[in-house]
């Protein structure tokens, strides 16, 4: 992918001096850029472009030099196989100058470049409106920002990279996306892909990052499809135990510091789940239900009542036929039903009377445990499940926010059965 730098150059008298970066020094100059170009750039090819935004102060003053040698002078001497751009710029002094600022540096900016950028003398509000057109092209152009540069000259004039901040802003993005929508492939692309890079030194963590997110995006496969017994077993106490073990080693890492409270926000939304506990269908309910996955939300709601029921009955929880029966117990008794009305499933006689012991078996248990308001609550569940799984192709109409209204209705009295 093209490489690009991008540099502000700015209006004031500057002093020359010695850049340091990493273990390399710069030879002296008056600008940041052309210790840039040295330091960054020199070996660069000539698909790869370097461009000077200046405004006509800066042009005049440090361009073209009116009391000293110009940067233009000074690139004109190097030699490199980039070609060199200068963009004139307003100063930016009304809204209708930033936006001119916003769109021509957008307009620089092509598909998947891959963006140095040097805010080292972008006045004002400059080093922030350069961080929103970053973001932006990102979206629509696909471009990766490797480097941000600030070259600072206050005791050894050094440049710093700052980056992290970038990357700060992808994590939060995808966490929130997370949190809000439970979308989590951002987060799981950008655990491989950036923190490897960033943080090659710490092993340890970008492993612990990388299996994370993918536990994390494996759940949310299961929520998406509705897999109850992964929901069940999935290893709750492993995933929140790494989550800690990543705040640990972020915390010796002050750069790192931020990202805490939104990885702590992850942990949270498994706060109540644990390992080997039969209510974890029952408790993912609430996640369907919070990011929007309403037709997961009346199945996995349905399916767990089922479950709970076989589980109390002692029956195999992933025998059709069983839980045939405990579904024809439940509508049995939310609709009191006489037995004459009964259907009873076999092949044969000795199968049919084998399977009515048991369906009386399981609506006594709902009988006496005083389960018949719950058998009313799956028979209004079955209802609103049969009719969003039908797409809507039937007489009773429904606007979506019913479905969501009612699952939320529905889950909060069902909740009242259990002790979870």
Wanted: proline share 3%; glycine share 4%; with cysteine.
């Amino acid at each position: 992918m093209p490489k690009k730098l991008i540099s502000f150059l700015g209006a004031g008298k500057y002093e020359p001096c010695i850049y340091k970066y990493e273990n390399k020094s710069s030879t002296e100059s008056r600008f940041i850029q052309k210790a840039l170009i040295e330091l960054i750039c020199k070996d660069w090819e000539e698909k790869d472009e370097i461009i000077i935004l200046l405004t006509e102060k800066s042009e005049k003053m440090n361009w073209e030099g009116e009391t000293y040698k110009g940067l233009k002078y000074e690139l004109e001497e190097m030699d490199i196989k980039p070609e060199i751009k200068t963009i004139k710029i307003p100063d930016g002094n009304t809204e209708e100058e930033v936006w001119e600022i916003f769109n021509k540096i957008f307009e620089i900016i092509n598909e998947r470049d891959e963006i140095y950028i040097d805010i080292t003398h972008s006045f004002r509000y400059l080093p922030m409106l350069a961080t929103i057109i970053l973001d932006y092209a990102k979206t629509l152009k696909g471009i990766k920002v490797k480097k941000i540069f600030y070259g600072n000259v206050f005791g050894e004039p050094r440049i710093m990279e700052l980056q992290e901040l970038d990357r700060l802003l992808d994590w939060n993005k995808a966490i929130d996306k997370f949190l809000t929508t439970g979308y989590v492939e951002d987060l799981y692309n950008l655990s491989k892909r950036e923190y490897g890079k960033l943080h090659k030194e710490n092993r340890e963590l970008h492993e612990l990052l990388k299996n994370n997110t993918g536990k994390l995006k494996k759940y949310m496969e299961y929520l998406a499809t509705v897999r109850g017994d992964e929901i069940n077993n999935f290893d709750y106490d492993e995933f929140k135990n790494e989550i800690d073990e990543i705040i640990k080693i972020i915390k010796k890492d002050s750069s790192l510091a931020p990202l805490i409270p939104l990885i702590e926000k992850i942990k949270d939304k498994f706060k109540d789940f644990k390992n080997n506990d039969k209510y974890n269908c029952l408790r993912a309910v609430s996640l369907c239900i919070e990011f929007n996955l309403i037709q997961q939300a009346y199945t996995l709601l349905q399916e767990s009542v089922i479950t709970l029921i076989c589980k109390d009955l002692d029956l195999d929880y992933l025998d059709k036929e069983y839980r045939g029966l405990v579904s024809s117990a439940l509508n049995i008794v939310a609709r009191d039903l006489p037995k004459n009305e009964w259907k009873i499933p076999g092949k044969d006689e000795d199968e049919k009377k084998k399977n009515l012991e048991l369906l009386k078996k399981i609506v006594d248990h709902l009988k006496t445990n005083n389960l018949t308001k719950l058998s009313k609550l799956y028979d209004k569940l079955t209802q609103y499940r049969n009719n969003i799984n039908h797409a809507g192709f039937n007489k009773d109409k429904m606007e979506p926010k019913k479905f969501k209204n009612m699952i939320n209705e529905i889950y909060r009295n069902i909740l009242n059965f259990y002790s979870i």
